[in-house]
């Protein structure tokens, strides 16, 4: 089984920045974004279906409550949210949801997302 996040930077940092890909890329894009920013643990998560992962229900809603798990699991109470293209349409809901562990949200290329 891959695991759906991983944590790259400073693993012992309280400055926590949770990062989303866009459609068709994974967690490890931002790997590269952990050398410039060193002081921060950035947990990256993958989208469902990526990376070889198999979920039943690929709603956003449904991916939500997937990364409220995660930062459960591991402890986190707030963090900076990044999300490019579907990944900030995401962080956006996950906002409306859970606004209490947001604090700032970064959305890059926030792409289309046809609800129909």
Do not use: C
């Not at 996040?5 to 926590?16: A, E, H, L, N």
């Not at 989208?47 to 070889?52: A, R, T």
């Not at 990944?87 to 209490?100: C, D, L, N, T």
């Amino acid at each position: 089984m891959v695991n759906r996040f991983k944590v790259y930077g400073s693993i012992d940092s309280d400055k926590t920045i949770i990062a989303l890909p866009a459609l068709g890329e994974r967690k490890e894009i931002y790997e590269s974004l952990s050398w410039y920013l060193k002081e921060y643990k950035i947990i990256a998560i993958d989208l469902p279906g990526h990376n070889q992962t198999e979920q039943v229900d690929n709603s956003i809603s449904s991916f939500v409550l997937e990364i409220e798990n995660i930062l459960k699991k591991l402890m986190v109470s707030s963090a900076h949210f990044i999300g490019n293209s579907i990944g900030g349409w995401i962080i956006q809901a996950f906002y409306s949801k859970f606004p209490h562990y947001v604090e700032s949200l970064t959305l890059l290329d926030g792409g289309y997302y046809f609800l129909g």
